[in-house]
């Protein structure tokens, strides 16, 4: 349906402008709104397989995949069934519905040491939830987690180390008492050592520590197999939980995501994006012993009115389905390897410098001299500055990518061979260009 004012302003600028207008910034998330990068955002109309379509009927291959939940490209035929027989039946009921049980056998099925699964809508309310029960399971109330690794918009999780190895973290967004986050001790990633020393001094007062085990929110940080089972250890001998917050890597890059890839098993787990196949949901799962202190077994409060939604849950079935298909995995590792191929090569050929990272169908190219980052600070500025310029002259190839340097590309199961050659195509050219006005 066609408003007056819709009718009265045609173009996308003037769209944009209405944006701005009615919402901060004119988008619900702020790194939609392309400030790292050169040029206004494109207003998507639509998505099929491994492309979308803007408002001015442009379409571009998408290496976002909606920050990564599109596993399976947009609009995949199964999903799209299944949302709409379950849209149908009903939107919402605020009682328990047949697909809720449905989805979480299929998680439990993945992570089997986990035994209860409780959903909610987002990342965030999983992460903010698994780090309540954390402190209600253990009685404690201090929470570690490590620089460069996000774990949502939790005021107690949005914090950043100042100087020295631990530091009680400082709100990194105004809006955040520091009273909330005096609790959470931020730590470098990557250095066992300095959790070690935390975890001798203070051991007996940490609720959790929580990470990404792999984590891709500033770059791709590839961390090592021991860093991940030295923290298993010390939460385990000082009796603290470990948090694997694999709201990107769940169902991504194994079926059950990192604890299946490093073999080091979390006491609670976090999922999101992948999970709802594109619609808003989340879950943290565990053991028995710790999930079922949740109300209304246990004393730790959680609820939500629109937890469960059968929408939600149909379209995080079906994709759950259509990843345990035969093949699905090889398929998107060989896909990835060709985009990460390619990329090197376009790299080499450019005379840039940079390095292209690949964790199964997750990539980060990052434009700075030597090995590939393994922590935030190790992450360059002026890498980010080219490839604000790189960005434009992707978009300009049709290709969307992410609209900053610390975001990383996500390839599905509908990107065929054809499109990404066509991608290495764009960035081979882009990078020409953009070696030869630097
Ligand atoms: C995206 C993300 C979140 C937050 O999820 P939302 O659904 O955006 O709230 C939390 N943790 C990690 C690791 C994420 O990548």
């Given at each position: 349906m066609t408003t007056a004012s819709d009718a009265a302003t045609p173009s996308d600028v003037s769209l944009l402008e209405r944006a701005r207008r009615v919402m901060p910034g004119g988008v619900s998330s702020p790194v939609r709104a392309f400030h790292s990068v050169d040029g206004d955002p494109p207003f998507v109309a639509s998505g099929k397989g491994a492309t979308i379509t803007d408002r001015k009927?442009?379409?571009?291959?998408?290496?976002?995949?909606?920050w990564g939940p599109l596993i399976l490209g947009h609009a995949h035929p199964a999903v799209v069934e299944a949302v709409e027989a379950a849209v149908r039946r009903g939107l919402t009921f605020g009682a328990t519905c047949e697909d809720e049980v449905r989805l979480a056998e299929r998680i439990l099925d993945r992570y089997c040491f986990c035994e209860r699964v409780r959903f909610v809508n987002?990342?965030?309310?999983?992460?903010?939830?698994?780090?309540?029960?954390?402190?209600?399971?253990?009685?404690?109330?201090?929470?570690?987690?490590?620089?460069?690794?996000?774990?949502g918009h939790?005021?107690?999780?949005?914090?950043?180390?100042?100087?020295?190895?631990?530091?009680?973290?400082?709100?990194?967004?105004?809006?955040?008492?520091?009273?909330?986050?005096?609790?959470?001790?931020?730590?470098?990633?990557?250095?066992?050592?300095a959790v070690e020393e935390l975890m001798a001094r203070s051991g007996s007062e940490i609720a959790a520590i929580i990470v990404e085990p792999l984590p891709a929110n500033a770059g791709l940080l590839v961390q090592t197999q021991e860093y991940l089972e030295g923290l298993r250890r010390l939460c385990t001998e000082h009796g603290a939980l470990l948090i694997f917050d694999e709201v990107i890597s769940?169902?991504?890059?194994?079926?059950?995501?990192?604890?299946?890839?490093?073999?080091?098993?979390?006491?609670?787990?976090?999922?999101?994006?992948?999970?709802?196949?594109?619609?808003?949901?989340g879950a943290y799962l565990g053991?028995?012993?710790?999930?079922?202190?949740?109300a209304p077994l246990g004393k730790v409060y959680q609820a939500g009115t629109l937890s469960g939604n059968p929408v939600g849950m149909a379209a995080g079935i079906a994709t759950l389905d259509v990843l345990a298909r035969e093949g699905t995995y090889e398929q998107l590792e060989r896909t990835a390897a060709r985009l990460q191929e390619g990329w090197r090569t376009a790299l080499a050929a450019s005379g840039l410098p940079g390095?292209?990272?690949?964790?199964?169908?997750?990539?980060?190219?990052?434009?700075?001299?030597?090995p590939a980052p393994?922590?935030?600070?190790?992450?360059?500025?002026?890498?980010?500055?080219?490839?604000?310029?790189?960005?434009r002259k992707m978009m300009e190839r049709g290709v969307w990518m992410a609209p900053s340097a610390y975001e990383v590309?996500?390839?599905?199961?509908?990107?065929?061979?054809?499109?990404?050659?066509?991608v290495i195509e764009a960035l081979t050219d882009s990078l020409k260009e953009l070696a030869a006005e630097s």
């Open positions: 009927g442009r379409t571009y291959i998408d290496l976002v995949c909606s987002s990342g965030t309310e999983a992460v903010m939830s698994a780090v309540r029960l954390a402190r209600g399971v253990t009685g404690r109330d201090r929470i570690v987690k490590f620089e460069g690794c996000y774990h939790v005021d107690a999780l949005l914090v950043k180390g100042g100087s020295g190895l631990a530091t009680f973290g400082t709100p990194s967004s105004a809006g955040v008492p520091a009273d909330f986050t005096k609790l959470t001790d931020v730590l470098p990633l990557g250095d066992l050592g769940g169902f991504r890059v194994a079926p059950s995501g990192m604890s299946e890839a490093s073999r080091v098993m979390p006491d609670l787990v976090t999922v999101g994006k992948i999970v709802g196949g594109g619609m808003p949901v053991p028995a012993r710790f999930m079922d202190q949740v390095s292209v990272t690949r964790v199964a169908s997750i990539l980060w190219l990052c434009l700075q001299d030597g393994t922590t935030f600070p190790a992450i360059e500025a002026s890498g980010a500055t080219l490839f604000g310029s790189l960005h590309t996500f390839v599905s199961t509908a990107h065929s061979d054809e499109q990404i050659d066509s």
